[in-house]
């Protein structure tokens, strides 16, 4: 199972930006996805994740300017990022929770991060 995640860039303050998150493999199923952000000399933390049945929850520092949906293909997660502050700047990282051929269980696969940087 591979995660290939796309759509960062520099973007000025309240500008937006749509991540994209997609998984590739033998894929049976696929449980919670998820957006976690690391700033430099910080720790990774959590931004927004949305179940199978599409239930979200999202970091305080994000509600309501960010929103998390999974695409209609079942295995790609989206992150629009709207009224984006300078302290939003990391490395965005996705991951899925998934159940793969041959497994029993699910496992969490991350993807390679994306950077934003919000800066004017």
């Known amino acids: 199972v591979q995660l290939q995640a796309s759509g960062g860039g520099l973007v000025q303050p309240g500008g937006s930006l749509r991540l994209s998150c997609a998984a590739s493999?033998?894929?049976?199923?696929?449980?919670?996805m998820g957006w976690y952000r690391q700033a430099p000399g910080k720790q990774r933390e959590l931004v927004a994740t949305?179940?199978?049945?599409?239930?979200?929850n999202y970091a305080d520092s994000v509600k309501g300017r960010f929103t998390i949906s999974r695409g209609s293909a079942k295995n790609t997660v989206y992150l629009q990022m709207n009224s984006l502050k300078p302290e939003d700047t990391a490395v965005y990282y996705c991951?899925?929770?998934?159940?793969?051929?041959?497994?029993?269980?699910?496992?969490?696969?991350w993807g390679q991060g994306t950077q934003v940087t919000v800066s004017s």
């Open positions: 991951k899925f929770n998934v159940l793969g051929t041959g497994s029993w269980t699910y496992t969490d696969y």
């Open positions: 949305i179940s199978s049945g599409g239930s979200t």
């Open positions: 493999g033998s894929i049976i199923s696929i449980n919670r």
